[in-house]
């Protein structure tokens, strides 16, 4: 069966520090996989998306960047945070194609001070 | 584009009640639709999804929605509430992106409804 996993669970930075979360799938190979944030109140925003090794994309423009070093991981980075960067961030794998379900990644809270 | 809409951001029962969470969607193509759950500070898990098979669609944990096509609907729904269903509750429907001119496949979510449970 596959998994997600997403570490750290929780994270305090100070505004201006970097930022480096990682996600992980076991279980499957050559995955979509999704980063997502949830703010409060908010619901959520998709803010990458990539469908192979190297392979990003992004709808919205922002503080954040997204890599993909190998086909089961994908890391989401910031070189200086703001406040508004904090929220719930939460990442999603698919199988390859379209009109399919997503499954989620336990999340990592992050709050910038 | 495709789009949801929940009705209700808030949705109070008893328990033992019955649930029913609204979602209305929009989409030019025959939708694929789907709710998930998402209990405090976790991701969301998949509850049920609707294929273009039966419009009665089974999920997990008692819950089931059925697709109403003349009335663009798909609300959720459990016969009796128990006090562990209460979450927040995303209905989506599958969209296709544009990234960098790359089409892709992607769910539009709703904007959540939080359910609580009264014992």
């Known amino acids: 069966s596959q998994t997600i996993h997403q570490w750290p669970a929780t994270l305090v930075q100070p505004v201006g520090s970097p930022l480096s979360l990682e996600c992980t799938v076991e279980g499957t190979s050559n995955p979509n996989l999704y980063w997502y944030r949830q703010a409060a109140g908010r619901g959520l925003q998709l803010l990458f998306y990539s469908v192979g090794i190297g392979q990003i994309s992004s709808e919205v423009p922002q503080n954040l960047s997204a890599s993909r070093p190998q086909d089961r991981q994908f890391i989401l980075s910031s070189k200086k945070l703001l406040l508004s960067d904090s929220g719930f961030y939460l990442c999603?794998?698919?199988?390859?194609?379209?009109?399919?379900?997503?499954?989620f990644g336990p999340g990592t809270r992050l709050t910038v001070t | 584009a495709q789009s949801v809409t929940q009705l209700g951001s808030h949705v109070s029962v008893s328990e033992g009640a019955l649930v029913l969470l609204r979602c209305n969607y929009s989409s030019s193509v025959p939708p694929y639709l789907f709710w998930y759950v998402q209990y405090p500070n976790q991701g969301l898990q998949l509850l049920l999804k609707y294929t273009s098979a039966a419009t009665l669609v089974k999920g997990i944990n008692g819950f089931e929605a059925e697709f109403k096509k003349s009335e663009t609907s798909f609300h959720l729904t459990k016969p009796s509430a128990h006090m562990s269903d209460a979450a927040e509750y995303f209905c989506a429907v599958s969209d296709l992106g544009n990234a960098g001119g790359t089409s892709y496949g992607k769910l539009t979510f709703g904007q959540g409804t939080i359910l609580t449970v009264h014992p």
């Open positions: 999603a794998w698919s199988k390859q194609g379209i009109r399919l379900e997503q499954y």
